[in-house]
């Protein structure tokens, strides 16, 4: 489909065959082909030459693995209308499992026919199947193979449906199993001991003697809610309306748990399909739907790509995967809780409308060099387990704030040896006369790096103007090796 589009989009007409091309060992070979290049003669693992002598008017397009697996994904997406639970079945199929959901479109069938007619909107040709097992249904729908119940439907397959590897599928083949019923009658250790356990594992699953195991592709979120409407709605504004009242809804849910959502992602569920996507994110637990509500407007006011709602949406979702504990918390009469809040609500909105990786705010970490013993991450991220260290009341700070990175290299030092304090040096061209100083402070080299880094020596050290300087060496004094070089690191306010 995303070819097609594509290939409809350059100016070419449905009719003219087009094929998809992937390079193998050098040569341009035939990766897929449309209907009516397969109508010419062309088959995949052609190459290209040879099928444009045939057809001179295919059209050839480039083999984008990533590009297919987006539009799966984006097919996915529309697919959790049906249930919580779909599957990837690459590199061009679906796995959903519908068990306890077939009741609210009244049958399978009614099921199967509202999918159908969604992927027919998008140009989509789907086959399905129903099955006991997903490996059943991947099989059943992709060989097309029917019968008077599952269990001939199931038997009447080839043996290439058990997804064997080539070797393995010839191997049965030669030996006269050319449909799974004429393996499945041959006892499993006979199996097992000619083609591998592998092919009587797989014989066991699809038949169903064992399980298969299905990893849907997202979990179910902790909460979520949802509004159908019986006419698509096809205003923007309304549908975030309909935001604010699932959002309301949710209030109540979080209030009797006591948490607030952190992350909130709303889903508008287009009728051809499609499913529109937006996602915010908050710096602290919240239930104030005016808030959130207001971080949705911002965040679709910074889209480069506003919500299209297409033919309308019959379908909006509301899912809060992220929630944490919240309770209600004592005013402080002086406001500071107030500010807070007021603080917290700013970072929202900031980074929601300009990205979770804008806003970033510092947090310490324990590390042995001072420009490591902090980082940057998202303001919107909870805050890590973790204290800036503070002097003590009248004491002056054993840091500074402002570092130099890199450090700045400084000259002409008179110090004392071994570890005695610089008393002179020249830095920005000018000389500075150390009038007091405070120090050793001695940061090693961590113990698990590989490389030796050398040991640093650090001063608090204020010259005769009055200057205040983080003065470091880098090294130690050692016989026969030259004098170890000094730098500042940074300046007291």
């Known amino acids: 489909m995303r070819i097609a589009r594509a290939h409809l989009f350059a100016g070419a007409g449905r009719d003219v065959p087009y094929a998809v091309v992937e390079k193998v060992k050098g040569a341009q070979r035939l990766y897929a082909v449309d209907p009516a290049a397969a109508r010419s003669g062309i088959e995949p693992g052609m190459p290209l030459a040879d099928a444009r002598a045939r057809v001179p008017e295919l059209a050839a397009f480039d083999h984008a693995p990533y590009e297919d697996h987006r539009w799966l994904e984006r097919l996915a997406d529309g697919c959790t209308r049906y249930t919580p639970w779909v599957m990837l079945d690459t590199p061009d199929g679906l796995v959903l499992d519908v068990?306890?959901?077939?009741?609210?479109?009244g049958s399978e069938a009614a099921l199967v026919a509202d999918a159908v007619t969604r992927l027919e909107r998008l140009g989509v040709a789907a086959a399905h199947a129903f099955a006991d097992n997903p490996d059943a249904a991947r099989a059943l729908a992709r060989w097309r193979v029917?019968?008077?119940n599952e269990e001939e439907a199931i038997r009447r397959l080839p043996v290439a449906a058990l997804g064997l590897d080539d070797q393995a599928t010839l191997a049965l083949k030669r030996a006269g199993l050319k449909t799974v019923g004429d393996v499945v009658?041959?006892?499993s250790s006979a199996i097992a001991a000619r083609f591998g356990g592998d092919a009587a594992a797989r014989v066991r699953r699809i038949i169903g003697e064992t399980d298969s195991p299905l990893a849907p592709r997202t979990v179910k979120p902790p909460l979520h809610v949802e509004r159908r409407f019986a006419e698509p709605v096809a205003r923007t504004e309304f549908?975030?309306?309909v935001v604010g009242e699932?959002?309301?809804e949710a209030v109540f849910q979080l209030e009797q748990s006591h948490e607030g959502g952190r992350r909130f992602e709303a889903r508008f569920f287009r009728t051809d399909g499609l499913v529109q996507r937006l996602a915010i994110e908050t710096g602290r637990p919240s239930r104030d739907v005016a808030a959130v509500l207001r971080l949705f407007r911002e965040r679709i006011d910074a889209l480069a790509d506003p919500i299209d709602p297409g033919f309308g949406f019959d379908l909006i979702r509301l899912d809060i995967p992220i929630a944490e504990r919240l309770d209600a918390a004592q005013l402080?009469?002086?406001g500071g809780a107030v500010a807070e809040a007021e603080l917290a609500a700013l970072i929202d909105r900031l980074s929601t409308r300009l990205g979770r990786g804008r806003v970033r705010r510092f947090v310490p970490r324990d590390r042995h060099l001072p420009e490591q013993a902090e980082f940057m991450l998202p303001a919107v991220e909870p805050v890590p387990a973790g204290e800036w260290p503070?002097?003590?009341?009248?004491e002056p700070p054993l840091r500074p704030i402002h570092l130099f990175d890199p450090p700045q290299r400084i000259e002409q030092v008179i110090a004392g040896i071994p570890d005695g304090p610089p008393a002179r040096f020249r830095w920005r061209r000018m000389l500075h006369d150390v009038a007091r100083a405070e120090g050793p402070e001695r940061i090693a080299a961590p113990w698990w790096t590989k490389r030796e880094a050398p040991t640093r020596d650090y001063y608090r050290v204020e010259d005769r103007r009055g200057r205040r300087l983080w003065i470091f060496r880098h090294g130690l004094f050692e016989d026969g090796k030259s004098a170890p070089a000094w730098y500042v690191h940074g300046i007291f306010a």
Not at 390 to 394: A, V
């Open 390 to 394: 503070t002097p003590e009341p009248g």
């Open 185 to 187: 009658v041959r006892p």
């Open 332 to 334: 402080k009469l002086e």
């Open 246 to 248: 699932l959002m309301a």
């Open 239 to 241: 549908a975030l309306e």
């Open 99 to 105: 068990t306890g959901c077939v009741h609210l479109f």
């Open 146 to 148: 029917s019968g008077a």
